[in-house]
């Protein structure tokens, strides 16, 4: 059973930086190919960031690119997400998620396990 828990999530100013991470159950990180995904309010749920399963090709979206950075440490079992220069635009649910292999990584719907989220303000 794969198990997925975001932890990092929180208020920051514009500007400011968080790192989340996503706490997974025994070898998934290094079984998968992992992502986060975000949903803010009134939107539909998008791709943010992908790691590939050997942890050597990362994708991210245009809107966060240049700002975010996916890695992991699979001894700890732990995928993260570094976020800097946040805008008020980055407010969002943030999820982790395992990919389905041979999926694409921008549809959500391609994903099989998710965590529960963490919830991520941005103020201007």
């Known amino acids: 059973q794969v198990q997925l828990v975001e932890s990092g999530g929180g208020l920051v100013q514009a500007g400011g930086s968080l790192r989340l991470s996503c706490a997974a159950s025994?070898?998934?990180?290094?079984?998968?190919?992992m992502a986060w995904l975000r949903q803010a309010p009134g939107k539909e749920r998008e791709f943010v960031a992908g790691?590939?399963?050997?942890?050597?090709?990362?994708v991210y979206a245009d809107s966060v690119k240049g700002r975010f950075a996916i890695s992991r440490d699979i001894a700890k079992n732990t995928a993260y997400l570094q976020m800097n220069s946040l805008k008020p635009e980055d407010t969002a649910v943030y999820y982790c998620?395992?990919?389905?292999?041979?999926?694409?990584?921008?549809?959500?719907?391609?994903?099989?396990?998710w965590g529960q989220g963490t919830q991520v303000t941005v103020s201007s």
């Open positions: 998620a395992t990919k389905i292999p041979g999926r694409t990584y921008n549809d959500p719907a391609n994903y099989g396990y």
């Open positions: 790691l590939s399963i050997s942890g050597f090709s990362t």
């Open positions: 025994e070898r998934t990180i290094s079984s998968y190919s």
